[in-house]
């Protein structure tokens, strides 16, 4: 209906990436291997005592094997069931290849010899298969096969450039898809949902994805992106169907089904539907708690094999949910307490002072006064310097600028950048119970709003980091100036002033300041420290120090820190260019978020530059700046999302248009002498919208 096939949708014939080669039932092959008729088997990676279904019981008939081999990163369930283990190497140290559905070929090339003779799994099957070759001989063989003979040398290089095989993918078929009939039609009477009769959807985790990532801390601390939960899945669920089962948040609750139980707490989240219960995979997985000084086993999450069947990989109906009345501590970064209809009404009314919404039609009739009439009331504002306070000809000896614009519009709220910048700054991971203290270290932080009703709720994602304010209020009140700002635009730390007073941090109107209340680099125990000095943990803790970026100083206990713009990569950058006696250009120097952002949401540059990108995004008619009533002038700008629901879709929050009008000017520009006549609209707004 709306045209897409062949252009924002192709058609495609797939290609099986091994001609001539059928994949074999689990169910099936645990029974062979119960049966004793399997004398060897290898295990390439995957962790299937721990992923398979609860109901195959794959572990045991694994055990019964006489020779069992496993290629892994290292030691896990699987691990401990098999008699061999063999060291695979990481994807970064290896040579790989990928075929996509499309027929494309792209090949991948290591970045740095295997640091504990590793082996990729395209060598091992070569030594099984009596063929003794190095990976990139394999992957350059593979490669000619997908070419249609030999690659020239000079293919070959480019292919290795570029990353991929050109030439090679499918063509798009020409055709229609038929979808009449294809969407189900009906209501939902949440009345008539009955307890026995609830689902169960399993479903990877954002940030442990099946498990595989579960010994990675970064990940374990890293926020969910809806429930923002961190060492911990749980039960989740609408809060209309929490109240009708009589579950509370943070309550242990008891899923059902036949003799198969699984206890997991409960998470109350808006927009879930109703007679379903999400819950992740990934968790329930056995580690040491580095935290004690002890080699305690600990579970991390909890496994849900024991109601996941094979026959029920992604969807269980049938269940029943009882109560325990027992409490559990769960952690989340944002919503600390459970959200209820109170709390999101006034969240909604409180995130319009932060994020800035409309259509394509009320932005462009109204332009940049129409963000910024988004914003709340306020007085005009003024000023105890001369404004501009900082004009960038003022010093013709300054060369740079540095500013950041955030597009709310493609954002997904993936926390890519989140772990980009953990990687890059060398951020601490501290642990569920120093995050429930609120002492979580990451630099940005993704926020996520719910707006409308309970039950569909529109969602808004805003990466919030330090906005390098250039009349910073955490500057004015460091007494040793260990927080100062740079010629450049940048509020810089200086970690061997800092003597630890917080009252940066307390003066931050964005809360993006971290405060190391404890050594976690070299005695909390968490991520680049160990406690216990044996064999194993001193070649653990030499193996983790490469983690470390060489260019970004690690901070100790009683050091404020926060994001500093990579000032690392501006440095190098200015440096590169300085040496080949030219200036930097424009998307030469990126920050580590900007890198990892997948729809380039982000974007950092030379706002001196009137032809760079940043700045004609920070010109742009949607941007703004969050909080800008403070008057801090933040160098980071946000532009405002952008809304094109259907009118007939439209909930009666989503109709603004009455409420804008109403609030007109009064935002401490030119018009703010009708500011009077305003405040009797917007409080007749506001009794409006809370009749809706």
């Known amino acids: 209906k709306l045209d897409n096939i062949g252009k924002g949708v192709q058609i495609r014939p797939s290609r099986s990436a091994i001609e001539g080669v059928a994949p074999v039932n689990l169910s099936d092959l645990t029974e062979t291997l119960v049966k004793g008729a399997v004398d060897t088997v290898w295990i390439l990676g995957d962790n299937p005592a721990y992923t398979a279904p609860g109901n195959l019981k794959f572990a045991d008939a694994l055990s019964k094997v006489p020779h069992s081999v496993y290629l892994a990163e290292f030691g896990d369930e699987t691990a401990s069931v098999c008699k061999w283990n063999v060291p695979l190497a990481h994807p970064l140290e290896s040579w790989s290849d990928v075929l996509g559905v499309d027929g494309s070929y792209g090949v991948g090339q290591p970045q740095i010899l295997p640091l504990l003779g590793g082996k990729s799994q395209l060598e091992i099957l070569s030594l099984l298969a009596g063929q003794a070759e190095t990976g990139e001989a394999i992957v350059k063989a593979t490669a000619g096969v997908a070419f249609g003979t030999q690659l020239p040398l000079r293919q070959w290089q480019e292919t290795l450039h570029s990353g991929f095989l050109a030439g090679v993918a499918s063509e798009p078929l020409s055709g229609s898809l038929n ?130 069947t094979f026959d029920n990989l992604s969807i269980l109906t049938g269940v029943e949910a009882r109560s325990t009345s027992r409490p559990y501590k769960l952690v989340t970064t944002q919503d600390h307490f459970a959200i209820d209809k109170l709390g999101l009404e006034t969240t909604a009314e409180r995130a319009g002072m932060l994020i800035r919404e409309g259509t394509v039609e009320q932005i462009a009739e109204g332009g940049a006064d129409y963000v910024d009439h988004l914003g709340i009331h306020h007085p005009p504002l003024e000023s105890l310097w001369e404004e501009p306070i900082n004009t960038f000809e003022s010093d013709p000896t300054v060369t740079y600028q540095w500013g950041m614009a955030i597009d709310l519009n493609k954002c997904t709220g993936c926390n890519s950048c989140v772990v980009a910048c953990q990687s890059e700054n060398n951020i601490s991971v501290v642990g569920k119970e120093q995050v429930s203290r609120g002492r979580e270290m990451h630099w940005i932080r993704v ?135 030219r200036a930097v250009e424009d998307g030469e120097i990126q920050s580590a978020c900007q890198t990892a952002c997948p729809t380039q949401a982000i974007v950092f540059g030379d706002l001196k530059d009137t032809n760079t990108q940043v700045s004609k995004l920070q010109n742009d008619v949607r941007a703004y700046a969050m909080l800008g009533e403070l008057n801090i002038k933040p160098r980071t700008l946000y532009l405002a999302r952008v809304r094109n629901t259907h009118p007939r879709l439209k909930l009666a929050h989503q109709l603004l248009e009455a409420h804008h009008d109403a609030h007109g000017a009064g935002h401490g520009d030119e018009h703010s002498a009708e500011h009077s006549a305003e405040a009797s609209a917007d409080g007749a707004a506001k009794a409006e919208h809370s009749a809706h």
């Not at 009955?194 to 601390?221: C, H, P």
């Not at 901070?555 to 501006?570: A, F, P």
């Open 179 to 308: 979808v009449e009939g294809a969407a189900p039609s009906g209501t939902l009477n949440l009345e008539s949902i009955e307890n026995g009769s609830l689902e169960i959807i399993f479903t990877i985790s954002d940030t442990l994805y099946d498990g595989r990532f579960a010994k990675n801390v970064w990940m374990q601390e890293l926020p969910q992106a809806m429930t923002k939960l961190v060492w911990d899945n749980a039960a989740i669920m609408s809060p209309a169907m929490a109240t009708k089962l009589n579950l509370k948040q943070g309550e242990i609750v008891r899923l059902v089904r036949g003799d198969a139980t699984l206890e997991l707490p409960v998470f109350l989240m808006p927009g879930q539907a109703h007679g379903s219960i999400t819950v992740h995979l990934g968790y329930g997985r056995v580690c040491r708690d580095e935290a004690v000084d002890s080699n305690e086993q600990v579970t991390v999450g909890k496994d849900v094999a024991p109601l996941r």
């Open 447 to 581: 926020d996520r709003y719910f707006r409308g009703e309970m039950e569909t709720p529109q969602i808004v994602n805003q990466p919030v980091a330090c906005v390098h304010c250039e009349t910073a209020p955490c500057e004015q009140v460091c007494p040793v100036a260990a927080t100062v700002h740079t010629e450049e635009g940048i509020n810089a730390m200086t970690y061997n002033r800092c003597v630890g007073t917080r009252y940066c941090a307390n003066n931050c109107p964005y809360k993006v300041r971290r405060f190391n209340y404890f050594n976690y680099n070299t005695e909390y125990g968490y991520f680049y420290g160990w406690k216990q000095k044996g064999k194993l943990e001193e070649a653990s803790r030499q193996l983790q120090q490469l983690v470390l970026n060489p260019d970004v100083t690690v901070r100790g206990r009683g050091v404020m820190e926060k994001c500093t713009y990579c000032i690392q990569r501006v440095q190098n950058g200015k440096i590169h260019a300085r040496n080949e006696g």
